[in-house]
């Protein structure tokens, strides 16, 4: 089946500010679900609360507009309920790394099948621009009062300590490399982050702008190597985590690196895990026949009731 | 004869008469039914709480109906614990206050127990027994202590036994300490005359998955305290019935519902006394369910929700702080017209409350949890039977009505053990049928697919996420049939008035025993008792033929049809554990109809039979509230 990009347009025209990198992120999105060859009747964008969230009423495919900072959990549910479909997030860096940061850590320990693209602008834009986790502290952005109070979260850093078994980071307004991080990672087998750093013209014009990225994110070196090869090497999987470790510690948050920081196929993934336990795909099990007469055996249940 | 170690100060002529009388009317009840209450208790952890099993066992395959219930602090080890059963020819609903007989090896049990700043913990099980009942204890309890010359009380020596038991079986003495639970159990069902094979049978089968290293030990710690029986008189002697009976919790019994409902993801965060539910699920791989435990009870619900965007059924079971945690997601189903089923097993709140105590204080929070406006069910079963059946009709009630739905169970049901006769079970599981409601699969003849069509019921066909003739989309905002994103105020009249008329649907299809039962005939009532969830079972224990009861099953959207029963009652009282009269206020809420007369109990302990037959007489002669306080 080819589809084209008019194919994932849906019937709704986004509302984003001119120059909004959500725009960026969008047109990726909808290439990355044409490049990864994923079935759109099978594939479920998932989102929280924000300009961001709006993203999946603007794409032909299933769109679950959720709530703030719970986008993750739904997501979850959607993949182990029915391990066929392709699960991606698009929520913000405050649904993911604020409200929802107990969630993002969390899912890590389960290494779910879903992809987490996280328009990461610094702000809560849609309330008028509030600073977000990942605003550097002492920054004065519109719509604070004064500089930034708190300090900021590395989302990457914490990614690889919680166990993301994908991290990349680029940004809203190079297409081609957005969509070739993602499609790597719809691709992936495993939970995948893409912090995408996102331009917000109207409340952090300053540090999103285009030119502003072009001057301070430069790619990952050529020979820079995230993955790991031998999955079942913990050797290998510490050395490459250490690696993109270093690099995001070592960077300043006027100099950062884009690009595939990190990426193992652990076979551990939370289907496989349910699965060695025998329980099967949920969508699978016939829960009764025709004339509703329940499935379920409870031979072994009221074994262990007799006395 | 039964009485004479007690009665020794007495006359032989005050011994007989009391024996015969006693004997009749303690142990076979009213009309010669056999029906009696044991109690033992002991320090959390000393293995004291497998003897209410244990116990109760014995007695189902003796022939006979359980009831029994444990009540313990929020604590690991040393608190003191208790634990009842009742035990009866009938089928029992509830338990009374006083024991007929009960076994006990430690002084906290017996005396009582105050903490550093003198105030009392529990004030011991001495008061519990009836008068010329039976006290066994270790011959550690100083017996000069016990202020009651009108009980019957039998010294164990449960330090030898257990000694001799572990040297014979070369365990460690600290190893076999357990193994007092055995005593207990064993020592009682001697003065029941149950017979030493049968007992060890039943043992047997209790341990059965246990290493065979653990059966031997107690089976010989049985044998030796059977042994030290021997000069004891029989209590009485028990007839073996034929009653093939298992043996069952609540947390099992919802469990179970949630199997035959079809249920295939159940998540859940560990919270008393609901997460005995999950583990039962967890421990049965072969139901094919798949048991989550997450970060938090937000994460819960998020993954019930998603489950069930993709078309499975998914639940999830918690308590009060818990079900407080899933506000938000409850108001997004409501929203988003997706089903949700949430077992809330509540207990004494408000805040973190009584973790380990009964409360039904969650009614009108339940009824209102979430922002904003939108149909929901709340169900309240009363019984364990009910808790099975209501639970596996939730998600026939979420998918058809598409809106989340609330069973409002707690701690007194959760964890209340009880014999269930199998054909209750198996009627149960032949009798119902999964109903998906509008669960389709998308005809592309039809046009571009509307999660939101506006219909004359309020109901729009229901689509699996991957339906390989549509795409969904789903919306917490307001939105348009499609469920896009829509503030236009028409468009928000449409979508209000579709999510909440839902309750008018419901009523009407749902059959009065999905609302509510009715025991007695109120028209011939002098008075009528109102009432939900747990509290109606020592109700219907409690109550004679002059008096009606009405079980409100179905709380919300609420049965508006009983105001006429509530109207043409001579009297009508509420029976509620919880200080707000809750359902009460709801009624007056939905009805206009004010129960006039309230008893209600606070405490964070089950409604006992006995201290509420007491309360309804003194309703009927005229007090207007009784506050129930036993323990």
Known sequence: MVISLKDLDSHELNDWCPGCGDAGILLAVKNAIINSGVDPHKTVIVSGIGCSSKLPHFVNVNGIHTLHGRPIPFAEGVKIANPELTVIIDSGDGDTYGIGVGHFISAARRNVDIKLFVHDNGVYALTKGQASPTLPEGTKVKGIALPNINSPIDPLILAIAAGYTFVARTQSYNVKEQTDLMVKAIRHKGIALIDIMQGCPSYNEEYTSSSWFSQHLIPLDSNYDPVVHNPLDEKEVMEKKLQAIKILLEEKSDKMHTGLFFQWENPDNFEKRLMDRGLESPIQQEICNKDGKPTVDLTKVVQTLEV | MLYLKAAAIKTLKYLLKDFIILTIALLFGENNMVDFTWMTGGKQGSGIDAALEMFSKIMIKHGYKTFGYREYFSNIKGMHSFFIVRVSEKEIRSFESYADFAVFFDNESVFGEKNQHGETIHEGHIRDIKSNGTLIIDKKIDKSKINRNDINIITIDFDSIIKSAAQKMNVSLPEAEITKNVVAVVSSAYLLSIEKEELIESISSTFRNKPQKVIDLNLAVADLT?????????????????????????????????????????????????????????????????????????????????????????????????????????????????????????????????????????????????????????????????????????????????????????????????????????????????????????????????????????????????????????????HDEYGHVLEEPNNRNKMMEKRNKKKELILSELKRDEKYEIYNDPGKADLLIVTWGSSIGPVIDAIKEDEAALQIKLIQPYPKETIELLKNAKKTVIVEQNIGAQLKQHISSQTGFMIENEILKYNGRPIRCDELREAIDRIKNGEKKVILNGY
């Open chain 2, 226 to 478: 059977y042994e030290s029986m021997k000069n004891e008189k029989r209590m009485m002697k028990l007839d073996k019935l034929q009653n093939e009976s298992l043996y069952i919790e609540g947390t099992t019994a919802a469990a179970i519902g949630k199997s035959i409902a079809g249920c295939k993801i159940q998540v859940y965060y560990p919270i008393t006394p609901a997460s005995d539910e999950s583990t039962f699920l967890e421990a049965h791989p072969e139901l094919g369910i798949r048991v989550i435990q997450p970060e938090s009870e937000l994460a819960v619900i998020g993954i019930v929700a998603g489950a069930s965007l993709a078309g499975v059924r998914a639940a999830t079971s918690t308590s009060g702080p818990g079900f407080a945690l899933m506000t938000e997601t409850v108001s997004y189903a409501g929203m988003t017209e997706t089903p949700l089923v949430i077992v809330d097993h509540q207990r004494g709140a408000p805040a973190t409350g009584l973790p380990t105590r009964t409360e039904q204080g969650d009614l009108l929070f339940a009824i209102h949890q979430g922002h904003g406006d939108f149909d929901r069910i709340v169900l309240s079963p009363g019984t364990i039977e009910q808790m099975i059946k209501t639970t596996a009709d939730a998600f026939n009630y979420a998918e058809r009505y598409q809106l989340p739905v609330i069973v409002l169970g707690d701690k007194f049901i959760a964890q209340t053990s009880k014999s269930l006769k199998k054909d209750a079970l198996n009627e149960i599981i032949d009798t119902y049928r999964v109903d998906r409601g509008l669960l389709v699969e998308h005809d592309p003849s039809k046009g571009e697919y509307k999660r939101y069509l506006l219909t004359n019921n309020g109901i729009s066909p229901r689509i699996k996420l991957g339906d390989p003739n549509a795409v969904m989309y789903v919306a917490g905002d307001e």
